[in-house]
């Protein structure tokens, strides 16, 4: 009776240990189950979550729009665009600070690039690609931005007119045989604080200035309104030259107003400077936010910009030169002919805009 009832409470036991052990080891299976099964779901949501590059833009254009769609089929990243004026995204950047969902500013003009970088806005990128495909003459010293397209800004004159081999330099503008006949944009302009911004950094700032002061004798009239004003003024008569940059030639000579149309094929494009200092080139560009969020996709999206099939479309589409030299320009371009440009560094247009604002304001140029 003793033995039998002591092997049924070693039975008894061996049921409740091979109870205890099944249990526990049901217990480690839900949680590796579990585990197993949130790695899956943190994986999933992972792989779902939406690629995206975030950018702040001055530039108005259908093709910029057509290149982000391309750039989104291409690679699965979304290009979200919040337009505006420069300095207005340029302030807003500085405001929204570490908040900002700003990956990248692209905006007109190497002086603007060049405010943003002064305000601590942009990073400094390192990336062979953008090495390769820009050159260096067209990028930030120290990489905080990249040109992406170029325009010449010129001597545009009335066919009728003028005769081209009367023109030569910016400096000649300044001559007495041009008095009454310039046609320009108001000193506001940037990009005519650019072009004097240039004309500091090769001559100096008093030829710089005297320069200023011969072309405001030389205006037709106070300078208003925009570059397309300008060439559409020469055809009214209101005076021989304008200065204004190519790209606004192309758009006119293009456009689906006949008059503008009227007006690009009565006007002549000089570059001036060949064969001395070069005819004076600006830039649409891009730089990394300081704060970007979506680094890696930014990056992407500048190396697309700065390719050949983005490089042409810009050039075919929006009549402006391409920066990448292994695309040639759009065939309205070429038939203007190939010109010399300035051999500085575009950084000097933002280092200089002080100076080329303060000159401005001092000789008169309204």
Request: net charge negative.
């Amino acid at each position: 009776m003793k033995v039998k009832g002591l092997l049924t409470a070693i039975g008894m036991a061996a049921v409740i240990g091979v109870t205890a052990l099944t249990g526990c080891t049901s217990q480690n299976n839900e949680v590796k189950n579990s585990t197993k099964n949130n790695a899956v779901e943190e994986k999933t949501e992972k792989s779902d979550e939406k690629q995206v590059v975030n950018l702040y833009s001055d530039r108005h254009y259908d093709t910029d729009e057509e290149l982000y769609k391309l750039f989104t089929e291409e690679t699965g990243i979304e290009v979200n665009v919040v337009k505006g004026k420069a300095d207005e995204l340029i302030e807003r950047l500085d405001r929204e600070g570490k908040d900002t969902e700003a990956d990248l500013l692209v905006v007109a003009d190497a002086g603007r690039l060049y405010r943003a970088e002064e305000k601590g806005l942009l990073q400094e990128v390192k990336s062979e690609t953008l090495f390769n495909n820009i050159p260096e003459n067209l990028r930030d010293e120290d990489n905080n931005w990249f040109g992406l397209t170029m325009r010449g800004r010129v001597i545009v004159y009335s066919k009728d007119r003028v005769d081209p081999a009367e023109l030569s330099t910016y400096m000649d503008l300044t001559a007495p045989k041009w008095e009454g006949k310039i046609l320009v944009r108001s000193s506001e302009n940037i990009y005519n604080q650019s072009l004097l911004a240039s004309l500091i950094e090769i001559h100096g700032e008093e030829k710089a200035r005297e320069w200023a002061e011969g072309v405001v004798k030389n205006m037709a009239r106070d300078p208003e309104g925009n570059d397309r004003a300008q060439a559409t003024a020469v055809v009214a008569g209101e005076g021989d030259l304008a200065i204004m940059n190519t790209y606004y030639i192309g758009k006119m000579l293009n456009s689906s107003n006949p008059e503008e149309v009227k007006v690009g094929e009565n006007v002549g494009i000089f570059f001036p400077d060949q064969g001395g200092d070069g005819t004076h080139v600006n830039v649409s560009g891009v730089g990394m936010t300081k704060e970007a969020k979506n680094k890696e996709n930014a990056l992407k999206l500048m190396e697309f910009l700065s390719g050949e099939k983005a490089q042409k479309q810009y050039a075919e589409a929006n009549y402006e030169y391409p920066v990448n030299s292994n695309v040639e320009a759009s065939e309205l371009l070429k038939s203007w002919g190939e010109f010399e440009t300035q051999k500085i560094n575009l950084s000097k247009l933002g280092q200089n805009n002080s100076k080329a604002v303060k000159i401005f304001n001092e000789i008169g140029w309204k």
